[in-house]
């Protein structure tokens, strides 16, 4: 599934968590194969978690190192974001992903931004992932722009998704998320 | 509108623990999936299916491959409905299905549809899961759609496929450096992610083509890189074109303009990634470093704890190389000890302790000592290490540093940590003498409670090397019998050799090591009893025949001379007989060797760039070698082992290189001989060796290799009497016979019938130089002085024309094989005359130093003056008529 994770000298995203209170997945993506297992994927989780857990990561993104990759996070009320490169990453480009997970989330679930709120919109959050990153790849940072390709389910009405402005893309979250619920 | 939500969460307060996938379960999902098959499908229902079988898949459910084929096939049908929501989902679920190839052909034409559609979230989306579950053969018919979508004037779908194309590049190469026009075009795209992409493509298509991304490089750097995301890459690029192409001429190095511009960019990232840049190029001045480290010490002081973790990772590297352009931020990073982020804090402590001086050793630790309690190990193995180096680098410090590596010593840690000062305080009482007892005592207090039995033994052994040859041994004993006493079978066993190795060298200890060694004769397990029983008996504690004390520290402190890798492989091929296992069988050649031979073939024919004497442990183990073969016993002492010499090309069917083993009257050919074909099993292998054009040469003794296995290197030696005294010259050719057998790869066994076949080898030449031994001598003229003009000759050459002085001054040193002294053998350019020192020490053991003043004559005419000093004429004569002759 993961490609391999030979791009040159390319940015390269290891893999993106979002872990609830205890450490437990909501959504987790992987795009290399260092943890190759099941039980090795769950072993990284549980070990940033627990050395994370006790750091103040709310106000600011936060960051760390494990085994020769470099972690940053941030938490929010009971979600705990993280984003993982290799050990040479520029740590800023990283975090600049992670802002974007980040903000756009918090645009998808209009600053709901919880676990109960997550598991009930879980295809925004996938859609999101799946928006970020490609195969490791950095395809979008901007948490407007991704929160915008989410929710947007017609791209070709309106103006090119790049200049879409925060509150369009809220309009247009908030719109996906009643219909869905209203169905 | 906004009423049912409100709703909805007065319903889940109801339930604390309320979670929409609560109780979920696969079979009923997947049940729940046949929804799809259904002829009015309910878009949202399908939707909500989907979402459900992810999070199962996010859980780490594992689907059958039979269940992973029927989601698959039902998710197909979804292709029906035109809810864009709902085919977002399918995409989504399609790639974390992966399905198999011949699944594939399924959803291919629905993807290809979608692909061509109007709708541009279709086609982004189409390209990319196409890409994903595609192979080559696919590939080639979408490839037409593909090159369009790169130059598509949406974004996204410009994105996509272009993204698509970095990751096809890894498995079909050929087809993706087709799109290089499009590609291209898209680096000017106004859209900064696709210019990004569209440059990480591009370089990834030309990244084995220097001169395009040099080219690629100049082009981009005069500004028009939007992106901050395709900045940094087109930073790394550049850097890596500075590491190829080196200074220029008038010492600018090209591009650092641009990297140092880039620090003032807007986005940090890029800011960051130029100082880094700058950091790391290859051989940084301090001019260069400073505009970089001052705009990481801004980052420094940042809010950010990214940044600030960022900024001390990358000066912490650079103290390592130029540990005072970091002094300035000394200040910042004192700081930042205390920060919130143990990560930065230990980065910021480590950092002080390299660029920090003697004096500020003292507070330093104090502020270590406060925060080693409240880190992870991890980050305490980080500060051990950095001490360690620290006091290595202020050895006068070492008793404030022991004593804080002894304190954490005691205190609680994991295996890895304490390891780490255990490998602190063994290398500091190795490099330091004053701390050897104070670190010896420390070590033996750990011991006496430690609960690592690696640990325990790793530090017997050493205190078994060491111990003995401290002022007062007596006092190590009771550390390591309590050993006996209290430890596992392993530590017990370690703890006996370590007392033999006290008893062998403190004769005073010598009766009460005996006692308390015949205690462990009783000892519960064998291999304690084992060596107990060796060791009195080695030492003669049981009355028996005592070897000499020579012998018994050869087998107590002398190395196993044999690659333990070899030692290893002969031991498993051994058959249990009633022939005893043969150590001198074991090959004794470091597998490893001929390939870091290969490594630099451009030095070898010269030697001129060879170090100044070859390592004292190479020689060592040639001489051990040849000691070991009874035929060349009588040889006397080895005088000087050349470099191999390559008899073969380089991957040939066997590699064969040569070793020249120079005795006074004798000289012996070591062939290193492997065979590189897994098919074949080489016996009787020898080197027939024709020395007719090498007259004073007789062959006197041939050692044949009995057998040579696939990749199993081998030795084969052929041994010449020469004339005492005379540096005889000559060529030698060389073919290689042995009688070759088919091997079963599978099953590994040879046949049993041989067929006898020779593989000719390249020529070997022992050339004067061979006689020599390149001994350098400290100070040259005090040297010439004492050894007096009663053996001086002098006398001039013309050396006809050369190219330059550096050629002539190469050459005869290479002719002469002497060391060059003083770094006289570098000749300043556009100098019209040189002198260059050599010395050296010729065969039989005399020492010889020349001094030769070179100097331009005519148009390209080199004349030479040749002083030769030694202990005898003969010798100064010889060196003579080598140049004469050379």
Known sequence: MAFPLHYGSCPVVKNILLLDSEGKRVAVKYYCDDWPTYSAKLAFEKSIFTKTQKTNARTEAEIAMFDSNIVVYKFVQDLHFFVTGGDDENELILATVLQGFYDAVTLLLRSNVEQREALENLDLILLCLDEIVDGGMILETDGSVIAGKVASHNMDDGSPISEQTISQALATAREHLTRSLLR | MAQPLVKKDDDRDDEMDYSPFMGIEKGAVLQEARVFNDPQLDARRCSQVITKLLYLLNQGEAFTKVEATEVFFSVTKLFQSKDIGLRRMVYLIIKELSPSADEVIIVTSSLMKDMNSRTDMYRANAIRVLCRITDGTLLTQIERYLKQAIVDKNPVVASAALVSGIHLLQTNPEIVKRWSNEVQEAVQSRAALVQFHALALLHQIRQNDRLAVSKLVTSLTKGSVRSPLAQCLLIRYTSQVIRESGISQTGD????????????????????????????????????????????????????????????????????????????????????????????????????????????????????????????????????????????????????????????????????????????????????????????????????????????????????????????????????????????????????????????????????????????????????????????????????????????????????????????????????????????????????????????????????????????????????????????????????????????????????????????????????????????????????????????????????????????????????????????????????????????????????????????????EVVSADYMLKVGVSNFRNAWESLGADCEKIDEYGLGPMEGLTEAVNAVISLLGMQPCEGTEVVPSNSRSHTCLLSGLYIGNVKVLVRLSFGVGGPKEVAMKLAVRSEDISVSDAIHEIVASG
Request: aromatic share 8%; hydrophobic share 40%; charged share 25%.
């Open chain 2, 253 to 764: 190095r090209p591009f650092y303009d641009y990297l140092e511009s880039c620090l003032r960019h807007k986005a940090e990232m890029v800011i960051f990634e130029a100082a880094r840049a700058i950091t790391e190029l290859n051989g940084v001045t301090t001019r260069e470093l400073t505009p970089a480290i001052t705009v990481l010490q801004l980052f420094l002081s940042s809010s950010k704890p990214v940044l600030r973790f960022a900024a001390v990772r990358t000066l912490n590297k650079v103290a390592m190389t130029h540990p005072m352009a970091v002094t300035n931020c000394n200040i910042d990073m004192e700081s930042l000890i205390s920060d919130q982020n143990r990560s930065i804090a230990t980065l910021a402590i480590t950092t002080l302790l390299k660029t920090g001086n003697e004096s500020s050793i003292d507070r330093l630790m104090k502020q270590i000592t406060n925060f080693m309690s409240d880190i992870a190990d991890e980050f305490k193995i980080v500060v051990v290490e950095a001490i360690r180096s620290l006091c290595l680098k202020f050895p006068l410090k070492y008793r404030s540093l022991m004593n804080f590596l002894s304190n954490i010593l005691r205190e609680e840690g994991g295996f890895e940590y304490k390891k780490a000062i255990v490998d602190s305080i063994v290398i500091l009482i190795r490099d330091i003498p004053d701390a050897k007892e104070g670190g010896l005592l420390h070590l033996c207090e750990f011991i006496e409670d430690c609960e690592f039995t690696y640990l325990s033994t790793q530090i017997l052994h050493f205190l078994g090397n060491e111990g003995p040859k401290t002022s007062d041994p007596s006092k190590y004993i009771r550390y390591i019998y309590n050993r006996v006493i209290l430890e596992n079978a392993t530590v017990r066993a370690s703890a006996v050799s370590t007392l033999a190795k006290f008893g062998a060298l403190v004769d005073s200890l010598k009766p009460r090591i005996f006692v308390l060694l015949k205690r462990c004769l009783f000892d519960s397990d064998d291999e304690v009893r084992d060596r107990a029983t060796l060791y009195l008996n080695t030492l003669g504690g049981d009355g028996a025949v005592v070897e000499t004390d020579e012998e018994v520290k050869e087998f107590l402190f002398g190395s196993l001379d044999v690659p333990l890798t070899n030692l290893e492989t002969s031991l498993k091929n051994y058959e249990p007989s009633e022939e005893p296992f043969d150590i001198y069988s074991v090959p004794k050649e470091v597998k490893s060797q001929p390939l870091a031979e290969k490594k630099a073939p451009g030095k070898k024919p010269t030697g001129l760039s060879a170090p100044s004497v070859a390592p004292t442990s190479t020689v060592d183990a040639y001489e051990r070698l040849l000691s070991s073969i009874p035929e060349f016993a009588s040889y006397g002492k080895l005088f000087k082992s050349s470099a191999p010499v390559e008899l073969t090309e380089a991957e040939t069917e066997y590699a064969v290189n040569v070793v020249k083993h120079i005795f006074d009257s004798h000289i012996v050919f070591q062939y290193n001989c492997t065979n590189t074909i897994p098919e074949q099993l080489l016996e009787n292998v020898s080197v027939i060796v024709d020395a007719s054009e090498a007259e004073e040469f007789s062959e006197v003794a041939s050692k044949p290799l009995k057998s040579l296995p696939y990749d199993t290197p081998g030795q084969t030696f052929v041994a010449f009497e020469r004339p005492e005294g005379v540096p005889a010259v000559g060529k030698f050719s060389n073919t290689l016979r042995f009688i070759v057998k088919e091997v079963d790869p599978s099953t590994g066994e040879a046949e049993d019938d041989g067929v006898e076949d020779e593989y000719q080898l390249e020529d070997l």
